[in-house]
């Protein structure tokens, strides 16, 4: 009522906890509303959440990717992640961001992110879900590709390893429809692009469609200090700078060059093999 709104207060209508069994969903509302009006949930309208926070399971996962959705596009999304975390519910959302928010640079690089995303939403800005939830997957990836290296597999087929893996296990808890799947794929890969520097690759990564919005993920990275700053900044240069200006800037090729195998030849008079049969 009238009195909820002066001191703003959110309260469930009617009996909290059998509200929110009707519809475990009303949980996530209830956190989404206090954080975009900057309201406190009032205590018996947030008594039940931890308990009944399970109940999430049971909502088909299409239905609580919506609701995430229009969670992380709410303007506050960075507060609403802190509120899911105080109640207990990214459980049944983003499991593993748990890990990655306590670990001080997986926290830094999403918390960057969110804000980044809430400065776009309330300039009116168009707003990438793809980019959003490849900034929240990121660090689980970058684990998941430095454990397959270690295992012995090569930087390429390592990260498309970890990608699959990442996105297979969060396809548990949360239906990330396909075409955002490419766009986080397309990301994480051209990530990886971005360390290339010399020869005609920075030339065909400037070409890339996703070429800005992979810049922009390299930015994050390099804010929250999981990158060296001078890798942002050398990309920046680049793409501002005019033909001579790019040559002088690529880097010595360091990577070896591919061998290729010289076919034998066969000798002066030499019989040719006989036809098969």
Known sequence: GYADLQAMTLRMIGEPSQRYREDPV???????????????????????????????????TARVFDEMLKLLLSGHAAECIVRLR?????????????????????????MLALKATDARVLADAPVSPGFLFAALL???????????????????????????????SQAEKLAIPRRFGITMKELWTLQARLLNRSGRRPYRMLEHPRFRAAFDFLLL??????????????W???????????????????????RRRRRSKKPAGAPSPPAEQ
């Open 26 to 60: 009303r949980m996530l509302r209830a956190v989404r509303l206090s954080a975009k009006l900057g309201m406190t949930i009032e205590d018996a309208t947030r008594a039940p959440i931890a308990e009944l926070a399970p109940l999430l399971r049971n909502v088909p």
């Open 221 to 234: 990275r390099c804010a929250s200090g999981e990158v060296e700053a001078e890798l942002g900044e050398w």
């Open 236 to 258: 920046q240069r680049f793409a501002e700078a005019n033909e001579s200006e790019r040559e002088a800037m690529l880097l010595t090729d360091t990577e070896p060059k591919r």
């Open 86 to 110: 105080e109640e207990g519910l990214q459980h049944g959302l983003l499991p593993m961001l748990d890990v990655i928010l306590e670990q001080p640079m997986g926290e830094r690089f999403v």
């Open 138 to 168: 990121w660090h689980e990836v970058l684990a998941a590709w430095n454990a397959a290296q270690q295992a012995g597999m090569k930087s390429a087929p390592a990260l498309f390893e970890a990608m699959d893996q990442v996105i297979d």
